[in-house]
Structure formats: C-alpha cells, structure tokens
C-alpha cells in the first residue's frame, strides 16, 4: 500500500486517514494529513528537526500519541512541521519530524489543536495499515 | 435525530423513549422538534453512554444547541454527587478547559463611531494575536507559568491587565480555588510559554457587536445595556495547555478505569471517582487549566482596551460578564428537596443561575446571572439573563452558541474565503482574519440558526432573551 493521507467528515472538527505499507509509514501519513490542515506541506522547508518519543503498547493509542507529541512540541518550537519519520522497536516508538518557523507567506489554514480517541482506529488493509481518528480544532 | 426514539414531554422538553434501563439513567433533551431533528443520532448515541456513569443524579441533558463531541455531546450536561461514587470526566469538561466569552461594553453608540470602524478593526487585528502559529508577547518559564496557573485572571489584574472590578463580573472571582500546577505536565507548559494573550483559531473570535434589539428591558438596564450600543466579545480558552490537560488525562484516565472500578461506555468518557486520588488530580490539573483560561481572556481584554484607546480614545470599556461553557464545578442543588453538593459538568453549556443567587455580581442579582450565547461571524449573538426554573430542570444550565450544522470540509466546498469576507463587508461586518480558508470554514451558514437556539432556550425556560447583538468587526484567527 502506498503511502498516502485522506479525510473524512466530523461535524465540528476534521477526520484524519493515514495510509502506508507498516504501521510506521501509516502513522507518519497520519501526521501528514494533521499538519496539511493547518499549512501546504510541499511550501514548508526541513530547516529545524524535533525528536519525539513514547512507550505505548496498544497501538491506536500510540497513535494519538504521535499526532500530540508532534503537534505539543512544534507548537513549543514555534514550527511548521512538513515531513515525518517514525520507527518502533516493540512498545518503544522513536520519531523525528522536520519543519520551519511559522512565516507570514506559509498558507494558514486552521490550528489543529490536538488528536483525540473520536472514531479511533488502526488497522490492517490492502495489504497494508490504515489509520484515523479525529483531530480538534 | 430520529425523533420516534424521544418521548415529548412539552413543546421543548424530551426524553428518551423507553426511560432509564439497563445500568443508564435518564436522558433529557430540550430544545424545539426541528433542532433536534438536525442534531446528529450520535449526540442520543453519547447522551445515553454518559447517563450510564456512576454517581449521576437527574439526567444526562442535551441543552438546544448539542452536536456530536468528544464522549460527552458538545452541549452536554451531567451532575455527579461523590458522595454515591460519582464521578469527575476528563470527557465532560472537553480539551478546550474553560473555554468561554467574556463581553465588554461600552458606551459608544455605533452611529457616533461607525466611520472610524475600520481603523478599530486594524488596530484590534494588529493587537490580538489570533491563528495558527501566532504566538503573545509574553513568554514564560514553567515557574512563572505556576503563578498563573494558580492565579488566574486574579495573577492578570495583578501584573497590570485589567482593575480589579474586573473580577467582581468574572464567575470564581477569575480565579479557581483548589488549582494543582503540579498536576499538569510539563509537556503542557512547555505548550503554553508563548500563548498567554492569544485568541487561537478555528471557532474563537473576538468581535466588536451593537447591540441591535432588547427584548428584556429591565435585565438589560441591569446589564447596562441599551440599542445601539457597542460591545465587545471574546470567544477563547485555554489554548494548548489545556488541550494538553485533556490530552493527557483522558488516556491516563482511560487506562486506569478498570483499576478504579469504572466500566467505560466509551474510552472518551475516561473519568475517576470524584473522590480517588485519580479525581482528585484531575480536579487539580483542570483547575489550573481554567484558571489559564481566565489569565488569557483578561489579557485579551486588556489588549483591546489598548486598541480601542488608540483608536477610539474616548471608549471605555466595563466588564459586562465572564462565563466559561467547558467546566466542571462543584455547586450545590435542591434535589427532591434536599440540598445537594454535586459536581455539574457543563461541556458547552453556560451556567445559568437565576434572580437572587448570592454568586451572581450585586447589581444583576435581581435579574440574575448573564448567560452569553455566542454567534459565528456575520450572525447575532445574545445575551439572556438566567431562571430560578432551569434549577429545577438542568441545574442551572443553558446553550452557548449556535453550534456547527456543517462540516469544515462541506463548508470548504461551499464558501470562498476571500468572496465571504468581500460579502460580509457589503453588509457592513468588517472581517479581519490571517487565513483566508479558515474564514470559509468558519462560514456563518456552517452553523445552526442562533436564533432558534436562544429561543428555544428561553422557551424550555433555561434563560430569558436579553439583547440581541450583530457583529461589527470580526477578529478570527
């Protein structure tokens, strides 16, 4: 399964997919899909690098761990983040994340303020691992 | 919703058909058939998980303007006595702790300064720092952030943000008592040393409003209100911190449910026995998460009061009141006669105390508590005057906003950033935002009708009409 990203509808708030060939590529795409909501990932340069790691063993918690680890420390860092690496080795989860100062000409969307256990789900498909659930904004 | 599930008890009160069963306790609706027609079968779906929690007293409750949320339905309300192993819900309270408005008035009457209008609406952009990214001035260490974590707008008034009859209109005095900075991580902080002073984005606004209508003449004397006066309103919480807060707790809370001896309907109604340790900590670190809140809005409204100075250098701008709609507070109630200390969870819900209720500010205790029902840019907003009859029905509770009708992605397809904002000045609502998308979103026909929702909270006898106020200038992040 190639590694890609969609949405889906939540009434208030927005519904994240993730899609990749391991669980880890699934989860980098999740990140992919929460940052796009707040800027175009392709305008945002890797110039700063954030290290992020957890212990979690249920693996849809772990996912929702990623996705607020990433969004706590880039807002701590004043960063955009664009492009997402992640590695696990049994219930240790080792991630890195690379990005840039928010400046004025990166298109803003809205603030993803963090992922939540909303429709919650990490799973096998095609082959490969589909994730989601829905982030607050 | 299908309405054939509720069983209608009057014109605005519902509940669910075939009564409390199996372990759940009622549930309770109120609000108008086609409000709830409109309202997603998940809001009855989380309304009856969360009337299965321990402890409940009365129902689990759906004010008028309740969509789907996070475990608890936004516009839930749920009452918890600890004394029967009620519960607390890090669910119940939502991520955005305290989220609220605070309104200001003032005493310019629109006609006199309607031409200086967009100057006002620069100067506010320029001043409140709003949207992704968008950091405050301020910037503070963890041990500084403890201060105001225990403060709340009691610390902002004492570092210079505001006076100090300020806090005599703010509910707590703008400080909770009982805050644990110790309970909230460092993860959270760290989220939080450069927002004080920020708005956020996506549904949080501030607007400068006239008030367009009075429908209550004496509350709106008390109030200080009068047609064509303008006010302001400020819509925020307590921005990454408290999403932190809710973030952290919510799966430790999760994973700690079996072990405290709580059978979970759903994972987001992660909560402990009021009185655990696990409860207790939770109280602690939502307490200082409110009290965050509180610090920021009274820095928002020092900020626009700089602004409106610079501009308008006659304004002045008085506290009108200060309600928090995400919260859990320990109150007491009269419950088959007998007074009760519950814990009310309001999870975008207003408090709504009635006429002679002591925590009322003297001069509105008359007619009782103001009771903010907020609109989306380019609708009204109201302001309603809480009942001695919603004790009896919601323990004091009512709406507080119009709530999402439409998704972000619906609305994307829809509207046009830059032709709404165009469209909205032509009608005379200055808009002043940094992202153009998240205007679309936030597009006033996203949401439900205001103004079914505030009438349909003075018909289910939660809170009586006041003023309606129009939007004049928008600030969104």
């Not at chain 1, 690098?49 to 990433?70: G, R």
């Not at chain 2, 610079?310 to 507070?329: F, G, Q, T, W």
Request: aromatic share 6%; charged share 25%.
């Amino acid at each position: 399964m190639e590694k890609s990203y969609a949405y889906f509808d939540h009434e208030a708030d927005v519904g994240i997919i993730g899609r990749g060939a391991t669980i880890e590529a699934a989860f980098e795409a999740a990140a992919e899909a929460t940052f796009a909501i707040m800027a175009d990932l392709p305008s945002i340069q890797p110039a700063a690098k954030v290290d992020v790691t957890f212990d979690e063993p249920d693996p849809e918690l772990a996912l929702v761990t990623w996705l607020n680890c990433l969004l706590a420390e880039a807002r701590a860092a004043g960063l955009a983040l664009g492009r997402f690496s992640l590695r696990r080795h049994n219930t240790a989860w080792r991630g890195e994340a690379w990005g840039e100062p928010w400046r004025a000409d990166l298109e803003k969307g809205v603030e993803v303020k963090g992922a939540t256990l909303t429709m919650l789900s990490v799973h096998p498909a095609d082959g490969g691992w589909e994730t989601q659930c829905v982030v607050d904004v | 919703m299908d309405l054939g599930r509720l069983q209608q008890i009057d014109e605005y009160t519902w509940t669910l058909r075939n009564g409390a069963a199996n372990g759940r306790g009622p549930v309770q609706f109120f609000g108008s058939a086609p409000l709830l027609a409109s309202m997603d079968d998940k809001v009855l779906e989380q309304l009856a998980n969360v009337a299965k929690l321990p402890g409940l007293v009365g129902a689990a409750m759906a004010m008028p303007d309740a969509h789907w949320g996070y475990g608890f339905p936004v516009g839930g309300v749920a009452a918890f006595d600890p004394e029967q192993g009620g519960i607390i819900s890090a669910g119940g309270v939502g991520f955005d702790i305290s989220c609220g408005v605070r309104c200001l008035r003032t005493h310019l009457q629109l006609r006199d300064v309607e031409s200086r209008l967009p100057r006002l609406a620069d100067a506010l952009f320029q001043a409140i720092p709003a949207g992704v990214g968008e950091e405050g001035l301020l910037k503070f260490s963890p041990a500084e952030l403890d201060e105001v974590l225990e403060g709340g707008a009691q610390w902002a008034v004492r570092k210079g943000f505001g006076v100090p009859e300020d806090l005599e209109y703010v509910e707590e005095r703008g400080r909770l008592a009982g805050a644990a900075p110790a309970s909230v991580s460092p993860l959270a902080k760290k989220r939080q040393r450069g927002e004080m002073g920020t708005l956020g984005s996506g549904n949080h606004y501030l607007e400068v409003q006239v008030v367009e209508h009075i429908c209550d003449r004496g509350a709106a004397t008390a109030y200080g209100l009068e047609e064509g006066q303008l006010a302001v309103s400020i819509h925020c919480g307590s921005r990454g911190l408290g999403h932190q807060i809710g973030t952290d707790y919510l799966v430790s809370l999760a994973k700690a449910a079996n072990r405290l001896g709580v059978k979970l309907p759903d994972r987001e109604l992660a909560c402990a026995p009021i009185e655990s340790p696990e409860g207790q900590q939770y109280l602690g670190a939502m307490r200082a998460g409110a009290n965050c809140a509180l610090a920021n809005r009274q820095i928002l409204a020092h900020l626009t009061r700089e602004a409106f100075h610079r501009v308008l250098p006659e304004a002045k701008l008085e506290m009108l009141y200060d309600v928090s709609h995400n919260i859990c507070r320990p109150e007491r109630h009269r419950v088959d006669g007998q007074e009760r200390l519950l814990y009310i969870h309001r999870k975008g819900a207003t408090r709504s105390f009635g006429p002679g209720q002591p925590d009322v500010p003297a001069p509105y205790r008359e007619v009782g508590q103001p009771v903010l029902i907020g609109g989306s840019m380019g609708t009204a907003s109201y302001i309603l005057a809480g009942t001695a009859e919603s004790e009896a029905r919601t323990f004091s509770s009512a709406s507080h906003g119009a709530g999402r009708s439409m998704s972000r992605r619906q609305a994307l397809k829809q509207w046009q950033g830059r032709e709404l904002v165009d469209e909205l000045a032509r009608r005379g609502i200055l808009i002043r935002t940094k992202s153009m998308r998240g205007a679309a979103e936030e597009a006033p026909g996203a949401y439900k009708d205001v103004e079914l929702v505030a009438e349909a909270t003075e018909r289910a006898g939660l809170a009586r009409r006041v003023a309606l106020l129009r939007p004049k200038v928008c600030i969104k992040g």
